[in-house]
């Protein structure tokens, strides 16, 4: 039986992994930087990667949205025969369809290396061929775990899905201290495909502890089946837009030098951290409660609600965002700079990521409007702004880039987000008769004034340190970065109690509510 208990403890699970599966994500993220640098190598490993990374995870969420209902319908009444039915039809149908797209696009490499990137020279195409060879296969396994999570999120077990992605990290480490040494990238091109493989295949003998049997079935007009496509649609739709606009974003940085596709990958990879951590943190529980409002028809306490989540978030983006442009340089040298990773590298990527930093609050904020929808049941609406701000988008990528390289695609989603952040602000606010925004936007004038001050402190504090001590040792970085950080941070909890910014009591009110209904469930 599904209780408010277990539900709660199911978010708790589920952010406990996904924090584990960030950080491994992002300590990937610094070992790769340490054995490949801003390489061409690293360039044509993350050209190789987009398209089947970027459309196996549109697929896997989309699955999963129609995917979960329709096995819940069944599942409510015991009929686990047509629950397996729909999950067998599912897999055996996907498997067919995505091995000949990938047998079609290993066999056509090098044609699709030249489109992901029209400035790669010849030896890199053939690279970048031969590496969209070694992963495309891992869009089946990746696709596969959409139906995989499906099936034990709605068996109430949500620990080996949410821990995916951590398991995907560690064997892409592993591959880069192995087999890079002797292999190069192309170890850890093989490294990548056994790790998504590795994450769909762990979760299988977990679904037959949970009532799945194999059948090689292909009920394609089987009712739930039909209802799954139906409702994944519009999901679809929606999740391609990234991996569309990362398609754009990489194929013009291919045209900006060697190297470029690496720095803004790992730019944004920085920013996704602090928006990762803490979206979650927030969004996961609030969306349960938004949805019950909804359902209860209590609109004005699903207002306030929404603000409420909005303004914890707030409080913490504000900060990072003036702490990641401050730092920019100190940052990514801590993290980065080892190995094929040298000072040169950190400066394009420093420069990109001072950009990307100015999109954490937006994209929180696009996020909690998104969730607004869905919890009144429209996913229409997002999708077609999401659909319409992508096209913006791809038009500031191609203007921006001439005038200010890696950092103007940078600019271009910051723009775009803010852009998609304040048209779900205006339709949700008709939907809703009105959104308590006054407090709202008095309460980011306050914060941005006080991350303006805590900004310049960490910089001056940074210089200083920077000055007198020695940055080519780990150590020495950590100081620098950790104590201007730390200063930054006490000139901004300063600055909000000076300028009174009266939601952080509120914010740590709910933080603990929040904690206490994880930990003990509330009904």
Same mark, same amino acid.
């Given at each position: 039986?599904?209780?408010?208990?277990?539900?709660?403890?199911?978010?708790?699970?589920?952010?406990?992994?996904?924090?584990?599966?960030?950080?491994?994500? *992002?300590?990937?993220?610094?070992?790769?930087?340490?054995?490949?640098?801003?390489?061409?190598?690293?360039?044509?490993?993350?050209?190789?990667?987009?398209?089947?990374?970027?459309?196996?995870?549109?697929?896997?969420?989309?699955?999963?949205?129609?995917?979960?209902?329709?096995?819940?319908?069944?599942?409510?009444?015991?009929?686990?025969?047509?629950?397996?039915?729909?999950?067998?039809?599912?897999?055996?149908?996907?498997?067919?369809?995505?091995?000949?797209?990938?047998?079609?696009?290993?066999?056509?490499?090098?044609?699709?290396?030249?489109?992901?990137?029209?400035?790669?020279?010849?030896?890199?195409?053939?690279?970048?061929?031969?590496?969209?060879?070694?992963?495309?296969?891992? $869009?089946?396994?990746?696709?596969?775990?959409?139906?995989?999570?499906?099936? $034990?999120?709605?068996?109430?077990? %949500?620990? %080996?899905?949410?821990?995916?992605?951590?398991?995907?990290?560690?064997?892409?480490?592993?591959?880069?201290?192995?087999?890079?040494?002797?292999?190069?990238?192309?170890?850890?091109?093989?490294?990548?495909?056994?790790? *998504?493989?590795?994450?769909?295949?762990?979760?299988?003998?977990?679904?037959?502890?949970?009532?799945? +049997?194999?059948?090689?079935?292909?009920?394609? *007009?089987?009712?739930?089946?039909?209802?799954?496509?139906?409702?994944?649609?519009?999901?679809?739709?929606?999740?391609?837009?990234?991996?569309?606009?990362?398609?754009?974003? +990489?194929?013009?940085?291919?045209?900006?030098?060697?190297?470029?596709?690496?720095?803004?990958?790992?730019?944004?990879?920085?920013?996704?951290?602090?928006?990762?951590?803490?979206?979650?943190?927030?969004?996961?529980?609030?969306?349960?409660?938004?949805?019950?409002?909804?359902a209860r028809n209590e609109m004005e306490r699903l207002k306030e609600t929404m603000v409420k989540g909005i303004s914890m978030l707030a409080l913490v983006m504000a900060p990072a965002s003036a702490g990641l442009?401050?730092?920019?340089?100190?940052?990514?040298?801590? $993290? %980065?700079?080892?190995?094929?990773?040298?000072?040169?590298?950190?400066?394009?990527?420093?420069?990109?990521?001072?950009?990307?930093?100015?999109?954490?609050?937006?994209?929180?904020?696009?996020?909690?409007?998104?969730?607004? %929808?869905?919890?009144?049941?429209?996913?229409?609406?997002?999708?077609?702004?999401?659909?319409?701000?992508?096209?913006?988008?791809?038009?500031?990528?191609?203007?921006?880039?001439?005038?200010?390289?890696?950092?103007?695609?940078?600019?271009?989603?910051?723009?775009?987000?803010?852009?998609?952040?304040?048209?779900?602000?205006?339709?949700?606010?008709?939907?809703?008769?009105?959104?308590?925004?006054?407090?709202l936007l008095i309460l980011l004038l306050k914060l941005a004034v006080a991350s303006a001050f805590m900004g310049v402190a960490a910089y001056f504090s940074s210089g200083m340190i920077g000055a007198k001590t020695?940055?080519?040792?780990?150590?020495?970085?950590?100081?620098?970065?950790?104590?201007?950080?730390?200063?930054?941070?006490?000139?901004?909890?300063?600055?909000?109690?000076?300028?009174?910014?009266?939601?952080? +009591?509120?914010?740590?009110?709910?933080?603990?509510?929040?904690?206490?209904?994880?930990?003990?469930?509330?009904?």
């Open positions: 039986m599904i209780t408010g208990k277990s539900i709660a403890k199911g978010a708790l699970v589920v952010m406990t992994a996904t924090l584990l599966s960030r950080l491994f994500g *992002f300590f990937r993220e610094m070992v790769i930087a340490k054995y490949f640098g801003l390489t061409g190598d690293t360039d044509a490993y993350l050209v190789a990667f987009t398209v089947p990374s970027g459309v196996a995870m549109a697929v896997a969420a989309a699955i999963t949205a129609g995917f979960v209902p329709v096995l819940n319908s069944y599942l409510v009444v015991n009929d686990r025969e047509n629950a397996n039915r729909v999950a067998n039809t599912l897999i055996n149908t996907l498997f067919i369809v995505l091995l000949i797209i990938a047998g079609v696009a290993m066999f056509q490499a090098p044609a699709l290396a030249r489109v992901l990137a029209p400035g790669f020279g010849s030896n890199s195409v053939l690279l970048a061929a031969e590496l969209i060879r070694y992963m495309f296969p891992a $869009l089946i396994f990746v696709s596969l775990m959409g139906i995989a999570s499906g099936f $034990l999120n709605s068996h109430q077990h %949500f620990l %080996f899905p949410a821990l995916g992605p951590m398991v995907t990290s560690i064997v892409i480490i592993g591959a880069a201290l192995v087999l890079s040494p002797s292999m190069g990238i192309r170890g850890l091109a093989a490294g990548t495909m056994a790790g *998504f493989a590795c994450q769909f295949l762990i979760q299988v003998p977990v679904m037959y502890k949970k009532g799945f +049997r194999y059948k090689p079935e292909l009920s394609v *007009f089987h009712p739930g089946v039909v209802k799954v496509f139906k409702l994944m649609t519009p999901v679809l739709v929606a999740s391609m837009a990234p991996p569309l606009l990362l398609v754009v974003e +990489r194929g013009l940085a291919s045209t900006l030098g060697t190297g470029s596709i690496a720095a803004l990958n790992y730019a944004f990879r920085l920013m996704q951290l602090p928006l990762g951590l803490f979206l979650m943190a927030v969004a996961v529980p609030l969306f349960p409660a938004l949805s019950a409002l909804a442009i401050a730092l920019n340089v100190p940052i990514v040298r801590l $993290l %980065f700079e080892r190995g094929a990773f040298g000072a040169k590298d950190t400066i394009p990527t420093a420069y990109t990521l001072a950009f990307y930093a100015l999109a954490l609050l937006p994209l929180a904020v696009r996020d909690i409007f998104r969730r607004g %929808f869905y919890a009144l049941q429209n996913t229409v609406t997002p999708v077609i702004v999401t659909v319409a701000v992508l096209a913006l988008n791809v038009v500031l990528d191609l203007f921006l880039v001439k005038l200010m390289g890696i950092g103007g695609l940078a600019l271009g989603a910051v723009l775009s987000a803010f852009t998609e952040a304040l048209v779900l602000y205006v339709l949700l606010n008709g939907k809703l008769n009105g959104l308590p925004v006054k407090p020695d940055l080519t040792t780990g150590t020495g970085r950590l100081i620098q970065v950790g104590v201007a950080g730390v200063l930054g941070l006490v000139v901004y909890f300063a600055a909000i109690i000076v300028l009174r910014v009266e939601e952080i +009591r509120e914010a740590l009110r709910m933080a603990r509510s929040i904690w206490k209904k994880a930990v003990h469930g509330v009904q």
